[in-house]
């Protein structure tokens, strides 16, 4: 489905990765999310943490160079930068579940308006893996979404209530689609919307969310660079 | 002193039909390849098998799975780029899968080889996951309860190894292995290089030698990743 | 990245009245005298202090007993060669003691540090340490359910540090070092020798600098043996 | 109180010492305990723990020789072995507590013959102090108590129920004195008299003993060098 003016996918992540400060220790999920780190801002470090206990590792190897005793969590060959760390699995999880991480990003299948998650399972078909996506969103100080608004065939991600099966309980705490910034207020079960594409109206943009999109002062429009 | 066997057959000798058995790795990161193989040439039964993911190709865990050992899989992430020797088996209820949350499950390991038999985590609270499980709630916030996970054997792959057991790991290849070696009844490792006791740097011990039970030297180990780029298959 | 301060007593800044210290160090052995000292010179009062004991003559943490700071102490062993300066507020009631057992006080540390806010220890049951705690059977065997701990602050030594916070410890001067380094808000390392980054082999880090806030360098640090022997005083 | 024909410390470590298997991982309690490491016997190499995070270690250093950031649990200075290693105190007592340790040998106040152990504090007067004693006894394989037979004042230590405050609960399984080797039944809260010094009657050992000490089979000569 194609909508006036949305963002890829590139651009989603570069906007999220306007988001993270210097110094910030930032968990990215397989796949999508892990786009963020090519758009890390100028004069800004923070430092990736994946579960299968590596923190400061960098960009992927030349082809050929891969040591595959050296991988993320996507099982990707990495690299590291000076100042990284090894460490088991129980100490790279007491990270997570302890708090030391200041942001998880994750992918959805659903958001709702009280913050749950669905990201694991579409029902109960096929064979469940489940990961560490639900020690993240437990864990991390802030965790964020990255998602297209929609479903391919045009249904909302945003809703009221998760139908998939639930990665966490009240846990996400800002979206970023292809669409719109929006955060999450948890304890009021509310999508407050930040920014929004400036090609959209905010009628469809609500047309196109599961839930009420609520208004604090000014929406900002959410423009992003060409990728 | 001296915890070494000569062959990888000899290191895995006594693992019998019904044993539950952690495998050390994420993906083939650190998984011990020449054990399990000794393992499959071996040929134990109703295994219950401990690891963070269920196989990839035809070789490793994989392989044990194709060879009908495995009866249950207890891991987090049960897919992988060619997970079809356990996807089938699971799909037609040849194999059993408890799946957890892979910090619980790290969590679960460390517990069982720390004494503790049960703990509270917020992980999987509210989901089908945490189902069934007791809960508690502390200073205002729910947590689900979790038991110790223990094992009869552990194979795990270390980089240095000393005749007291002493290890350390390459790089990331670490992962679960420090954890599964506290948590079996009998530790069997596979080193890449061993050393003469004084050899490791007692500062630099990754996993201390009370741990560990068996050592078998394999230089040059195989990576799973490889041997799936070549399309291997074992045996 | 750079978590380095100039001094210890900008390292040591913002640790106001009341606050939950954690001390690194078991006896003289890791403990952060330095850190201690420019604790004792900016002077906040009504401290809880977690250590596993309660100081040893008249510098580090007895001085900072003897300076009337410590309300409370959360300890395993508070006696010493020379524990005058607890003992004799113990005693007359000027200071608070949570004795807990050495190795309950290592995991309810490191549970704070995980995320774990409750587990089960077969340590103390039917003891009069374990009294009045909630108490569960798994697989027919009676335990006690125990808490997290954490702290505002962690006061620690370490060995080697890098600009990252990457630490490694000194022999048996570990202990509690790494544990009470992940359990606290604010954790403050002073290292004895400050290298750049890339300066420790990342195989080699004991404590990952995600665990860590400040660093300051004390190089030669004092030794709290060494001083007792000398009959030293603080200030 | 001086019985005929009893052990000395010396002795009833060096008793203690004999059972002590190759390659068995050892804790051996701050104090008279201690003394158990200088018996060690010829062509047998057991492996010391320390609480406070060192496995391997041996003697004391000469004099001048103390390297202070190298002590043991009673903060003494000692030296290690080849093949010795470092850990934190959370590993450390996962050695404990998990059931690694093959024996672990404590002094005692009191020992019941339900196999539970007093021996960390007296009474509720001055300040206590538990160090690692409650982990140790319910954590290794086997816990062994070296003690005299009876008090200073001539009470026995071996009793039906301890009135002391508890470190352990049916935790004990054999206990070294200075007058007999005794297991405790903890299952049927029996002791079980396996030797005693030759110049000891049966009654009198009974007399000086809180319990009924029951005899399976025949009770040995426990027969010592000079030391």
């Known amino acids: 489905m194609s909508i006036q003016g949305q963002l890829n996918q590139e651009q989603i992540a570069w906007r999220a990765a306007q988001d993270i400060e210097d110094g910030a220790y930032v968990n990215l999920g397989i796949g999508f999310p892990e786009k963020v780190a090519a758009y890390t801002i100028e004069g800004r470090e923070p430092i990736f943490h994946t579960e299968n206990g590596v923190l400061g590792f960098g960009r992927a190897p030349e082809k050929g160079k891969e040591d595959w005793d050296l991988i993320n969590a996507g099982k990707k060959a990495i690299t590291l930068k000076p100042g990284a760390a090894f460490f088991d699995h129980a100490t790279s999880f007491a990270m997570i579940r302890g708090g030391h991480l200041d942001v998880a990003i994750l992918g959805a299948l659903q958001v709702a308006s009280n913050g749950d998650l669905a990201n694991w399972r579409v029902g109960d078909k096929g064979v469940p893996a489940v990961g560490g996506a639900m020690d993240l969103v437990n864990g991390a100080k802030r965790v964020a979404v990255l998602t297209d608004h929609v479903t391919k065939d045009g249904k909302p991600k945003l809703v009221e209530a998760c139908t998939f099966p639930l990665t966490g309980v009240g846990c996400v705490t800002r979206v970023y689609t292809s669409l719109a910034v929006i955060d999450v207020d948890v304890a009021g079960a509310r999508f407050v919307l930040l920014e929004k594409v400036p090609d959209i109206s905010m009628d469809d943009l609500q047309s196109l969310t599961g839930a009420k999109l609520h208004v604090e002062g000014s929406v900002a429009d959410l423009t992003v660079p060409e990728l | ?235």
């Not at chain 2, 044990?64 to 992988?80: N, R, T």
């Not at chain 2, 990331?172 to 740097?201: K, W």
Request: glycine fraction near 10%; aromatic fraction near 6%.
């Open chain 2, 1 to 235: 002193m001296n915890k070494r066997h000569a062959t990888t057959a000899e290191a895995v000798a006594g693992i019998s039909d019904g044993a539950t058995v952690m495998i050390g790795g994420f993906g083939g990161s650190g998984a011990p390849i020449e054990l399990i193989h000794a393992l499959i040439d071996a040929g134990p039964k109703n295994l219950t098998v401990v690891n963070n993911n269920a196989g990839n190709g035809h070789v490793g865990l994989a392989a044990m799975i194709e060879h009908g050992m495995v009866a249950k899989l207890i891991c987090s992430f049960p897919k992988s780029k060619d997970p079809k020797a356990f996807t089938e088996r699971y799909l037609d209820g040849r194999i059993e899968l408890e799946l957890v949350p892979q910090g619980t499950l790290a969590e679960r390991i460390r517990a069982g080889g720390a004494g503790i038999p049960a703990f509270y985590t917020p992980t999987a609270y509210g989901t089908e996951l945490g189902e069934k499980k007791p809960t508690a709630e502390f200073d205002g916030k729910p947590y689900v309860q979790e038991r110790w996970l223990k094992a009869d054997f552990a194979l795990i792959k270390a980089e240095l190894g000393d005749p007291y057991g002493n290890l350390t790991y390459r790089l990331a290849a670490r992962n679960f292995n420090p954890l599964m070696a506290t948590a079996a009844a009998v530790t069997i490792a596979q080193v890449s290089h061993l050393v003469e006791a004084g050899g490791i740097d007692p500062e630099a011990v990754v996993t201390p030698g009370i741990f560990v039970n068996r050592l078998v030297e394999v230089s040059d180990p195989q990576q799973e990743e490889i041997l799936n780029q070549a399309e291997a298959r074992y045996p």
